[in-house]
Structures are given as C-alpha cells and as structure tokens.
C-alpha cells in the first residue's frame, strides 16, 4: 500500500508540473525583446527566420530527483501459515540527474525594436 502512495504522489505531483508548464515567458508577449533578457541574461543564440522575424533562445540546465524505486531486503517475522521467513519490501531512494532546457522566444519588428510575439514551448519537464 505504501508503495502505491508513492505512486499515487508521484502521479498528482507530475499533473500539477504539467498544468504548470505554461513557462515564465508568457508574461513577455507584446513586450520589446530587452524585458526578457533584463531578466535572463544575453540569449545564448539569436537567429533570424525566414519570415523575417528573429528568435531569441536561452539554455538552462536544471537539477531534478526523481524516484528510483530499488528493492530492500527486510527480515520479518512471519505469523500464520508462512512462520518465520524473510520480508522483501521496496524503498524509494531518489536520484539527481540534469536537464537541460531551451527557452524561445520569437520576436518581430516594431518600431526601432524587437516585440516578443510567439514562442517554442520547452520540452517536457522543462517548465
């Protein structure tokens, strides 16, 4: 049953991510290019596209656990049909591991300036 929990916990934590990964970068829609890199930093890449709008990428690695279920020899003692005997349970240990993530923006010109007016979402667990 504990086991279950854990499964259960891991199952709702990933829906709240999910339903959160609308990224930070929404609020820079319509604004000018410099808001976002006030914040972030100079873009790792600029590039223009085709349609002669320009995308603004940024690179963020990121630190994550996740579970790693392993299994964990526990003696017990055993009352009824079975007596004594050996229990085998599983713990959950967690593991780091990093992610690296790219951001885009994508702006067109206004003005004498660049406005934020599409973005790539990042990949999964990249909220």
């Given amino acids: 049953m504990r086991h279950f929990a854990h499964i259960l916990t891991g199952t709702a934590l990933a829906a709240i991510l999910a339903g959160c990964a609308a990224p930070v970068l929404d609020k820079y829609m319509g604004r000018s290019i410099v808001d976002p890199m006030l914040d972030f930093g100079q873009p790792a890449e600029v590039f223009d596209l085709p ?39 599983i713990g959950t240990s967690y593991e780091t591991y990093t992610k690296s993530c790219r951001y885009t923006l994508i702006a067109s010109p206004r003005g004498g300036g660049w406005v934020v007016t599409d973005q790539r979402k990042p990949a999964p667990g990249c909220a």
């Avoid at 320009?54 to 049909?81: C, E, F, L, M």
């Fill in 51 to 89: 349609d002669g709008r320009r995308a603004y990428q940024w690179s963020v690695d990121k630190q994550a656990s996740r579970p790693s279920p392993r299994p964990v020899i526990g003696v017990g003692i055993g009352v009824g049909r079975g007596g004594w005997g050996n229990v085998t349970t």
